[in-house]
């Protein structure tokens, strides 16, 4: 969910030194301080045979529920440090099937976006937002990639599956609830489909008013448009192909409802890993 927002967004600072952000935003987004690699040279490797997300699931059991992340809890399991070592050691090329690449790959994104947080990045302000996506790398199969270029250089274009955006999950409030248990290549379509329900039909993240035939919708679907629109014909048809409510979608066909989107809610989904400011440096590990 990467969204780094805009000069205008902040009353912080003189004004060139955001320009100089926002220029250092762009040219990231197009040569980037991480790039995807094409192969990964784990070593020692973990075959892929016996690689799983079982530390991840045991993690997310015990330290998430309803969405809401302990933050604390995680920074001290050892289980977490372990499978992010494991992240390393396995070759996401080499996995057997389409759904167990994505769902290494939207797991891997939500662990190391957990991992930001826990050593003190955060996505709340412009320069965090650049800091927490762009300017931290992650070390998967031997090589680096950041959070940036995991979503927009792999995930989107290699998988070409609109579902994950309700998958990942950027450690804020207006982000998609973290599931309390990990994605899995067997289980994935099932997963997905719930993931992107849950999400859509969560009034805190969209709200349809009947009244007057306005659809307010989670900015995602504003950032994320043409994958949506590619997926089913218009923004509109993708949405209801997910309500829960058949009188709902029976009266969108009727009645076309205008679309607004809702500001983001970027402060954090759950305890953080201490008191401090969010945004203050950190030391990389």
């Keep these: 969910m990467v969204y780094v927002g805009t000069l205008a967004e902040s009353n912080r600072g003189d004004a060139m030194v955001w320009l100089r952000i926002l220029m250092l935003i762009q040219l990231a987004a197009v040569g980037g301080c991480s790039t995807v690699p094409s192969t990964f040279h784990p070593n020692p490797a973990i075959p892929s045979r016996t690689f799983s997300h079982h530390l991840w699931d045991q993690v997310l059991r015990a330290h998430v529920a309803d969405g809401q992340v302990n933050y604390q809890g995680m920074a001290k399991d050892k289980r977490f440090a372990e499978y992010l070592t494991d992240l390393n050691h396995v070759d996401p090329n080499a996995l057997p099937t389409r759904a167990d690449r994505l769902a290494f790959w939207i797991n891997a994104y939500n662990a190391f976006a957990v991992k930001g947080i826990i050593d003190g990045y955060s996505p709340r302000s412009l320069w965090g937002r650049y800091r927490f996506f762009i300017a931290r790398d992650y070390r998967v199969g031997g090589e680096t990639i950041n959070l940036y270029d995991l979503e927009r250089s792999l995930l989107i274009p290699d998988f070409k599956e609109p579902r994950i955006h309700f998958a990942i999950v950027c450690a804020s409030a207006s982000c998609p609830k973290l599931r309390s248990s990990a994605y899995v290549g067997e289980e994935l379509d099932r ?76 402060s954090l989904n759950g305890t953080p890993p201490r008191s401090a400011d969010d945004d203050r440096p950190a030391g990389r590990t």
């Design 191 to 266: 997963q997905l489909d719930e993931a992107a329900r849950e999400f859509i039909n969560d009034p805190a993240k969209n709200r349809f008013d009947r009244d007057n035939h306005v659809a307010r919708l989670s900015m995602i679907f504003n950032w994320f448009t043409h994958d949506f629109a590619a997926h089913s014909g218009s923004l509109m048809q993708y949405v209801k192909r997910y309500l829960n409510d058949p009188a709902l979608v029976h009266e969108m066909e009727q009645t076309p409802y205008t679309i607004e989107f809702l500001d983001y809610d970027w």
